[in-house]
């Protein structure tokens, strides 16, 4: 059922231990535990991985501190960026490496898997560009006493950074947080998630070999609540960035106030895609349907709720139903598999709750709804697809992180803002027109991070990401994710 074979390296990497990273140290777990990595489209253990817990925390904490305020804080912005762009060159050559451990412990297609990687060496570059372009500003002060007064900004790297990140990108999120740790000038301990330490521990492994200085990036594999938790807790953190649930993030929020440390957050959606009669509907439907499916709808910024103006609302359905059908469900491991296992047995019970629970509310299932006949081990779930009149179905308003589309008629414009704004979330939405006029209206009108016109999905590291309401605090990427990392001092010199 796979044709993709797996790498002689790969093979070795899964047979060797996998270990927890402090200052530059492969180590066990203090308490010497270890969990297990499952492969979401076998439900069988892949490997071993140490599980850390609050002393292994403390360990990892102390050795980011010790760097920080150590040769790392000195060195040259120029240095950065040279083992910034070593390491996007690691990525580059063990891209394959990468993409398989990605599809072996999160179950998505090997295609995908293979842009996961690829792109993760273009967000290093791009960081990469940034240390010697970190600038502060000299500022034209007006002193009472009228006396000469010179005043200048110093850009600083905000410290240790606590990076918390989830299981949808394994690899995507490890480098959108340490790109910007790094580039800056901070320290980093990295807490991948559980469900896929993997390609966490193999990239922190390429960050050693490109020659970082110990300590500066320290890896702590284990669980939300026992490794997390602290972390984020942590008095001698400065800052953290999560990327995940609503609820976890609202969890951080609060640790942080122990120390008041800089939070940022990325968190949920539930986003509003929206077709406007005049667009062209083959191509709307097929944006639509990759919105929700891509990555088994796993996806923070998944195309999750669709308002299809109603004159063209069955002619969409149709073509919704047939790129659902079209969907190849199986391994990622096999190369014509197009849609992936979801990543857990827990996430296919919680996707799975809805699809029934939106049939209980009233909302009309169009096409799947079920887990396909032919596939009897793994997490798999059909394309799902429901049409909710109403619009009050959980499936309308609660992120589901599932392939499961819900849809809505529209016919009055004037509304469409207001109705696509009802939730309490703002990360993402879209529209479909060549209609210029109402593409930039609706763009301003439209309360999300990101708004995406005739696409979906497209982020580049130079332009930011992130969420309005609770989809999240900050931005990731661009200039706007340097702010993030460092402070702004202000220096005044009396000239008098
Ligand atoms: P989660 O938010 O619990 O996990 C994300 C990360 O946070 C993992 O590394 C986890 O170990 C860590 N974590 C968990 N509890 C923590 C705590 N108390 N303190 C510090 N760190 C903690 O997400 P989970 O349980 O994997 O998925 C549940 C739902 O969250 C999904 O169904 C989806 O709706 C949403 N989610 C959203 C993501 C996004 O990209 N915005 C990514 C993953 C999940
Ligand atoms: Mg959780």
């Given at each position: 059922m796979s044709d993709v074979q797996l790498l002689p390296a790969v093979r070795e990497f899964l047979a060797?231990?996998?270990?927890?990273?402090?200052?530059?140290?492969?180590?066990?777990?203090?308490?010497?535990?270890?969990?297990?990595?499952?492969?979401?489209?076998?439900?069988?253990?892949?490997?071993?991985?140490?599980?850390?817990?609050?002393?292994?925390?403390?360990?990892?904490?102390?050795?980011?501190?010790?760097?920080?305020?150590?040769?790392?804080?000195?060195?040259?912005?120029?240095?950065?960026?040279?083992?910034?762009?070593?390491?996007?060159?690691?990525?580059?050559?063990?891209?394959e490496e990468l993409a398989q451990l990605i599809t072996l412990e999160n179950g998505k297609p090997i295609a995908n898997a293979r842009g996961e990687a690829a792109s993760a060496a273009n967000i290093i570059r791009y960081f990469a560009g940034w240390p010697t372009k970190i600038e502060g500003s000299t500022v034209p002060v007006s002193p009472a006493s009228g006396a000469p007064m010179l005043n200048y900004t110093l850009r600083e790297p905000v410290g240790v950074c606590a990076l918390i990140v989830p299981w949808n990108f394994p690899l995507t999120m490890c480098v959108w947080k340490l790109g910007p740790a790094l580039a800056t000038g901070c320290t980093a301990v990295l807490k991948p998630a559980e469900q896929t330490p993997l390609v966490a521990v193999r990239l922190v492994q390429l960050i050693e070999q490109a020659g970082f200085p110990a300590g500066v990036v320290n890896l702590l594999t284990g669980f939300g609540m026992r490794t997390g938790a602290p972390l984020a807790a942590h008095a001698d953190v400065d800052k953290i960035a999560f990327t995940g649930s609503t609820q976890v993030g609202r969890l951080i929020a609060q640790a942080a106030t122990g120390n008041m440390k800089k939070v940022s957050l990325e968190l949920g959606g539930k986003s509003p895609n929206i077709i406007l009669p005049d667009a062209d509907i083959a191509r709307a439907a097929k944006g639509a349907a990759d919105g929700i499916f891509y990555n088994q709808g796993q996806v923070c910024t998944a195309a999750s709720r669709l308002y299809v103006h109603e004159k063209v609302l069955d002619q969409v359905l149709d073509e919704l139903r047939r790129h659902a059908a079209a969907h190849v469900i199986g391994s990622g491991l096999n190369s014509s598999t197009t849609l992936g296992p979801l990543v857990s047995e827990r996430q296919l019970g919680m996707v799975s709750g809805y699809l029934q629970r939106g049939v209980e509310e009233g909302a009309e299932l169009i096409c799947g709804g079920k887990r396909p006949e032919h596939l009897e081990h793994g997490h798999f779930i059909e394309p799902s697809v429901f049409l909710d009149r109403a619009e009050r179905a959980c499936v309308a308003r609660e992120e589901i992180f599932g392939p499961v589309l819900t849809v809505m008629s529209w016919s009055d414009v004037d509304e469409l803002a207001q109705r696509a704004n009802d939730s309490p979330y703002g990360l993402a939405a879209g529209l479909w027109t060549n209609d210029l006029r109402a593409a930039h209206r609706l763009a301003a009108q439209l309360k999300a991070g990101s708004v995406w016109i005739n696409c979906w999905n497209v982020v580049d590291p130079a332009s930011p990401f992130g969420g309005y309401k609770q989809s999240g605090w900050g931005r990731e990427m661009s200039k706007h994710v340097i702010d993030a990392y460092t402070e702004t001092k202000s220096v005044f010199v009396d000239l008098a």
């Open positions: 060797s231990p996998k270990r927890l990273f402090i200052g530059g140290q492969w180590q066990d777990a203090a308490k010497g535990r270890h969990f297990a990595v499952e492969n979401p489209a076998t439900a069988q253990t892949i490997c071993q991985v140490a599980d850390g817990d609050e002393a292994d925390v403390d360990a990892a904490v102390a050795a980011a501190r010790a760097a920080f305020e150590g040769p790392w804080r000195w060195e040259t912005p120029a240095r950065r960026g040279y083992l910034l762009f070593r390491l996007a060159e690691l990525i580059d050559a063990h891209a």
